[in-house]
């Protein structure tokens, strides 16, 4: 069974720096491109980031670039996004997403800024 | 970046009747190696989101076949041949062929 499980979303501070993971399995994770789909409350869905096989090609959407980092460890089946200088309109669900075109979601994390 | 437009974004429907959505694209979403990367996407309430259909009408597996999809270029459907109680929530069409990759606004189908 295909499996994708978000986690490290809490609330933090405008400016803050927060790393949110994903562990995947039922897939050959080595094998697919992943990516990091975001949903502010009540809102629609925003691409955040996409990450090649091998991580040899990162993608992202303007308004993350520079402060966001996607990563992953094949070795350990895991992906990550390494979110810094936290904004207010940063809070949103994050979803670890199996696929370059967002083939399967998993639940997402929550991401809360607040002061 | 493509701009996906939606209608209607909300849509109350009677059970057994049709429903219809459109998916509209500032550009075309003809890529280069021939696919039209267009998808279509379910979310129920408190749930994530799951894909339906890939490349404007390729039915997922375990999607009802009373779910399709159709268009080209830049005007693409999702058509809902007799709504089921189940189909209700917020649907959303995705263009993968320009980056970013972007979504329509979303439509609400109620009952």
């Known amino acids: 069974e295909v499996q994708v499980v978000a986690s490290g979303g809490a609330l933090v501070q405008p400016g803050e720096s927060l790393r949110l993971s994903c562990a995947a399995s039922?897939?050959?994770?080595?094998?697919?491109?992943m990516s990091w789909v975001r949903q502010a409350p009540g809102r629609g869905l925003e691409w955040v980031a996409n990450i090649k096989e091998d991580g040899t090609e990162k993608l992202y959407v303007d308004t993350v670039k520079g402060r966001f980092t996607i990563s992953r460890d094949n070795a350990k089946n895991s992906l990550y996004l390494q979110i810094n200088s936290l904004r207010v309109e940063d809070a949103a669900v994050y979803y670890c997403v199996l696929g370059g075109r967002a083939d399967f979601w998993g639940q997402g994390t929550l991401v809360t800024v607040s002061s | 970046d493509a701009v996906v437009t939606q209608s209607p974004l909300s849509l109350p429907v009677t059970l057994g009747q049709p429903a219809s959505i459109s998916c509209r694209s500032s550009q075309s979403l003809v890529k280069s190696d021939g696919n039209t990367y267009l998808r279509w996407f379910h979310q129920r309430p408190g749930q994530s989101p799951r894909r339906l259909i890939y490349?404007?009408?390729n039915r997922d597996s375990g999607v009802p076949d009373r779910f399709s999809g159709s268009g080209s270029r830049t005007d693409f459907t999702l058509n809902i041949s007799r709504v089921e109680a189940e189909d209700v929530g917020v649907y959303y069409c995705m263009q993968g062929t320009h980056w970013p990759f972007t979504f329509g606004q979303g439509t609400k189908l109620e009952i």
């Open positions: 039922g897939f050959t994770f080595s094998s697919r491109w």
């Open positions: 490349q404007v009408s």
